[in-house]
Structure formats: structure tokens, C-alpha cells
């Protein structure tokens, strides 16, 4: 089992900058991906970012430049800088751990608010 417990988020005013971390406990895996989900009102779930143990990122192509994950594998922590944030990013951010297997796994973290006002 993983255990994911989020930080940081809150309000902010458009162009600035906040950080969200999220310290898994539990075994994690080399092979899970650990990264981040936003979920903004009336709207699905998307992808914001995602790493792997080795350092390998992916992100919505409408976040380049703009946000940055990372990862600490020894801390089993997953971060999230946003920068020049903007009104349309409030959401609720969620960290996700997907472990790939027979049968893939998530593990959700509690979900953090994200409120940028303009």
C-alpha cells in the first residue's frame, strides 16, 4: 500500500508561484511513476505531470515552461513549481503514484486547492 500525503497550494494571484510536494510512504518502486493531476470544476481530470524514478518528465503540453516536476527518490517526495500562474489553473491538484503491473495500480493523494485569482 502507498500513502500519499499533499502540501502546499492555497491562493495565489495570477503570475505568481507556488509549490506542492507529496511524500509518499509505503514501498515504493523504481519502476512507479509519480506525478500530478489537476481537477478544475465541471471538468475531468487531466494530466499535468508526471516523472519517473530515473529523472524521465512528461507534462500537458499547455504547462511547458510554466510548471516543473521533480523527484526525490530517497525522500519518496514528489514536488510541483507552478510559476506565472494563471486565473485558468485553479483546480485541485492531486498527486498520483501509477504503479505498472499485471494490473496497474493508483494511489491518489488527498487533493490540494490551487486558487488563482486575476
Known amino acids: 500500500q502507498v500513502h500519499l500525503v499533499q502540501s502546499g497550494g492555497g491562493l495565489v494571484q495570477a503570475g505568481g508561484s507556488l509549490r506542492l510536494s507529496c511524500a509518499a510512504s509505503g514501498s515504493i518502486f523504481s519502476s512507479d511513476v509519480m506525478g500530478w493531476y489537476r481537477q478544475a470544476p465541471g471538468k475531468q481530470r487531466e494530466l499535468v505531470a508526471s516523472i519517473s524514478s530515473g529523472g524521465s518528465t512528461n507534462y500537458a503540453d499547455s504547462l511547458k515552461g510554466r510548471f516543473t516536476i521533480s523527484r526525490d527518490n530517497a525522500k519518496n517526495t514528489v514536488y510541483l513549481q507552478m510559476n506565472s500562474l494563471k486565473p485558468e489553473d485553479t483546480a485541485v491538484y492531486y498527486c498520483?503514484?501509477?504503479?505498472?503491473?499485471?494490473?496497474?495500480?493508483?494511489?491518489w493523494g488527498q487533493g490540494t486547492q490551487v486558487t488563482v485569482s486575476s
Open positions: 498520483n503514484v501509477r504503479r505498472y503491473s499485471f494490473i496497474n495500480l493508483d494511489y
